[in-house]
């Protein structure tokens, strides 16, 4: 195993790790092709990605063999949040998804995809289901339409799925989890 690997896991049990690489990689755009999207402010929605130049329907928006995310148990979700300011605690719940029945910490700017009930960008699945021909069948996510330069890339939160303790860790700190947000903005 090579020692980054070994520090990514690490994370999972150590805030301060953690903390290290939410830092390390807080603008990274681990997971996107170089010159493809950018981080701005979104109108009404906070900080968002926006597309840096026209991409095609069908083409690959991210990549989940490159992008990072820290596999988080509902144990070690505690652990990370017993030590973080109310604040730090919605920022941090606020950038956890839920998918494949575990909850997932994302690292990078892949954070500020925010949600819309008409995504331009989806996985596989949404892909095959909205008529989308992808030229590979990498794990990730992909362009549901053109999306013009400047244009906003979104997902839809539904795809994600639901974790009872995320959901009430989420309740708790009075944070909109990504299936409320899907429920709530759709």
């Given at each position: 195993m090579a020692a980054e690997d070994?520090?990514?896991?690490?994370?999972?049990?150590s805030p301060s790790i953690l903390n290290q690489?939410?830092?390390k990689y807080s603008y990274?755009?681990?997971?996107y092709p170089p010159g493809l999207i950018k981080v701005t402010l979104c109108e009404g929605r906070g900080t968002g990605l926006v597309a840096a130049r026209m991409i095609k329907r069908g083409e690959m928006?991210?990549?989940?063999?490159?992008?990072?995310?820290?596999?988080?148990t509902e144990n070690q979700l505690n652990v990370h949040l017993i030590e973080k300011t109310p604040e730090e605690r919605k920022k941090f719940l606020m950038h956890c998804y839920c998918h494949d029945g575990v909850l997932w910490?994302?690292?990078?700017?892949?954070?500020?995809?925010?949600?819309?009930?008409?995504?331009?960008?989806?996985d596989i699945r949404r892909c095959s289901s909205s008529g989308v021909i992808l030229t590979e069948a990498s794990p990730g996510s992909y362009a549901l339409r053109d999306i013009k330069e400047g244009e906003e890339i979104t997902e839809d939160y539904s795809d994600?799925?639901?974790?009872?303790?995320?959901?009430?860790?989420?309740?708790?700190?009075?944070?909109?989890?990504t299936s409320v947000c899907a429920e709530k903005y759709s």
């Open positions: 070994k520090f990514f896991l690490d994370a999972r049990d690489l939410a830092e990274a755009s681990l997971g928006v991210f990549d989940d063999l490159t992008g990072v995310e820290i596999e988080l910490y994302v690292l990078g700017i892949g954070r500020f995809t925010n949600h819309s009930k008409n995504p331009s960008c989806g994600y799925q639901s974790l009872a303790f995320y959901e009430q860790i989420c309740l708790e700190n009075e944070v909109e989890s």
